[in-house]
């Protein structure tokens, strides 16, 4: 056993490595996405990016019937891609053990909802495990691959972004050696026609009393006695705030927040004076709790957003300054698309020809800030496509062109199906694939159009051209979004066209290129101060006291797309080699 320092998502890739995982797989999303990434480094595995969540598990599905241990990741969204074979592998089970990371993000630091992994529990009939801490974390993985084979279920281990992201210490053991378990065709369990599900609907039912009574003497829930006079009962992240602010209190800690054990949380509640829930997210273990008949005291815990140490103190009627919240007064710091960003052509000519855009979920959705705000809609991964065709079957926009536009990654994810949709039903519309090659927004990690493994394998890309030509798009072309002349005449052309269109817009993440351009800068005496540089929205162009323009040349990547909106030539080349890109 070490010592080291760790994330919580390092801690989760490390209990799965320990426990014997060989495979781990999953689809990028904050914040879950390092947990791969770290699983990806440990000896003797195999860790694949999958194109969506459905897939990974669909992959972990197979690796389990072939008698391995999996682990797969995702962030809260990301399970309800995933929801359709999950709800299933419910009733077949597992051969080696299946467990799934699933990654909440309260206050949506970088998703479109928040969503509390822990309802999944009892609505697919999962067990869910929730770690406090990084070291839990590792413990909790370990524990809950025992738990799938001992219960022949999949489990989910449930982490939020305080808990995936902040570093503690971490025991880490060694691996243990697992065989895999030989391959025994058994279609009882794994071919789920209604006659075999029928009969594995009982055996869940079975499955699910043998795990409640497993809560109840299980170590991953814990009784910390204190001052009776006040019970709190509290999992995950909060239980870290409840510690903090109330020293003295009795905690009930649920490290098993599915099934709950209910023997167990009674007996705590008859022994304090008043018993309240501390939980950040969903009132998840309250309504349960009151479920099973416990009197739990209403206290205001927001539901809404993170929760702090600061916000448990005011539930309590507490006056600690020192736990107001360290954040606040902090400068903000909105959003906003790096300097050279290959999307922002696509974004000028948008608002140009004043389209309507549906739009999907990456960095281009950056889009939808000023000055560029070129963006009307963005829901979930691949959603921008099925929006066009149903804005043009509402009947259009008011005359207004609609278009619809999604990064590589999530094309790959779920945007083929809504093209495939589209051209089978004869539909029209003009969609941009914003290929910059790789996974942007959430770290640059590999997507099957960019031509490398997470293993480091150079491997197929993608030809998305011929893609969509199969898919019966009869119009599809390539532009260079740093052309912006050629961009707005491709992107104008396609919708004029009236058909289902295509435009690849082909060009890579301003962060991986490969050579060094020069950095421009402004003549001041050519300037005319008329702005429009500044709509283009470049964080390395910025307005002097006398309106005119300049550019930081240490944020310049030379990508030329100001000279092209420059009238008056105002925008020269220094001849000197930008900070970033090349060697
Ligand atoms: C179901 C789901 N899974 C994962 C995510 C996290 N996520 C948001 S955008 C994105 C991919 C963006 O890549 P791409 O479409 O290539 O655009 P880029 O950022 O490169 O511009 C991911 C993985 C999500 N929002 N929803």
Redesign the pocket.
């Known amino acids: 056993m070490s010592d080291t320092l760790m994330s919580g998502n390092e801690a989760v890739a490390h209990g799965a490595w320990e426990a014997g995982a060989v495979v781990g797989v999953g689809?990028?999303?904050?914040p879950s996405t390092e947990t791969l990434e770290a699983f990806a480094k440990l000896p003797g595995i195999r860790a694949e990016w999958a194109p969506?969540?459905k897939v990974a598990l669909e992959v972990a599905a197979g690796v389990s019937m072939g008698g391995a241990r999996v682990l797969v990741t995702?962030?809260h969204?990301?399970v309800?891609?995933a929801a359709d074979p999950l709800f299933t592998l419910a009733y077949t089970g597992v051969g080696g053990g299946i467990v799934i990371l699933a990654a909440d993000d309260p206050g949506m630091h970088?998703?479109?909802n928040e969503q509390d992994s822990r309802n999944w529990g009892p609505f697919a009939h999962v067990p869910v495990l929730e770690p406090s801490d990084s070291s839990e974390a590792r413990e909790m993985t370990k524990a809950a691959f025992d738990i799938s084979e001992r219960f022949d279920v999949p489990v989910i281990v449930r982490s939020t972004t305080r808990i995936s992201h902040s570093k503690g210490l971490v025991s880490s053991g060694e691996r243990v050696g697992r065989d895999v378990i030989p391959y025994v065709s058994d279609p009882a369990k794994w071919l789920m026609l209604p006659s075999n599900a029928r009969k594995r609907r009982s055996e869940l039912d079975k499955r699910m009393r043998a795990l409640a009574e497993f809560a109840e003497e299980t170590t991953l829930n814990r009784i910390e006695g204190g001052d009776t006079s006040l019970g709190v009962v509290t999992s995950g992240v909060s239980y870290n705030y409840v510690r903090e602010v109330l020293p003295s209190a009795s905690v009930f800690k649920v490290g098993m927040s599915f099934p709950l054990p209910a023997s167990k949380l009674a007996r705590f509640a008859e022994s304090v004076d008043r018993l309240v829930v501390v939980e950040e997210a969903d009132p998840y273990l309250k309504t349960r709790l009151r479920s099973i008949g416990l009197e739990v005291e209403g206290i205001a815990i927001p539901t809404e957003g993170e929760l702090t140490p600061g916000l448990v103190a005011q539930a309590f009627g507490l006056d600690t300054p020192l736990l107001r919240e360290a954040i606040s007064g902090l400068p903000p710091r909105p959003p906003l698309m790096c300097p050279g960003c290959p999307?922002r052509g696509v974004f000028h000519a948008l608002r140009k020809i004043r389209a309507v855009v549906t739009g999907?979920?990456?960095?281009?959705?950056l889009g939808a800030m000023p000055p560029l705000s070129a963006m009307d809609s963005c829901v979930?991964?691949g959603a921008s496509i099925g929006m066009t065709h149903g804005m043009h079957l509402a009947g259009g926009a008011e005359g207004r062109p609609i278009v619809a536009v999604?990064?590589?990654?999530?094309?790959a994810?779920?945007g083929i199906t809504g093209l495939a949709h589209i051209a089978y039903n004869a539909g029209t519309g003009t969609v941009l694939v914003?290929d910059?090659r790789?996974?942007?927004?959430?770290g640059h990690?590999g997507?099957p159009?960019m031509g490398r493994t997470l293993m480091g394998e150079q491997t197929v890309e993608i030809d998305v051209e011929k893609l969509c030509e199969a898919l019966g798009v009869t119009r599809v072309r390539v532009v260079d979004p740093h052309d912006l002349a050629a961009t707005e005449a491709a992107i104008r052309e396609e919708i004029a066209a009236d058909a289902l269109s295509v435009v690849v817009a082909q060009s890579p993440?301003a962060l991986l290129l490969k050579e060094r351009n020069d950095a421009y800068s402004v003549d001041d005496e050519a300037c005319t101060a008329c702005g429009a540089c500044s709509k283009i929205g470049c964080p390395a162009i910025g307005l002097e006291d006398s309106g005119k323009a300049s550019i930081d040349v240490t944020l310049c990547v030379g990508c030329a797309d100001c000279v092209q909106v420059c009238r008056f030539d105002a925008i020269e080349t220094t001849g000197l080699a930008c900070d970033i890109g090349g060697a």
């Open positions: 689809y990028p999303g904050t969506n969540e995702m962030k969204v990301g309800n891609v970088s998703s479109q999307h999907d979920i990456g960095c281009y959705t979930c991964m999604i990064g590589d990654s999530t094309f994810h779920s914003l910059n790789i996974t942007a927004m959430t990690q997507n159009m993440c």
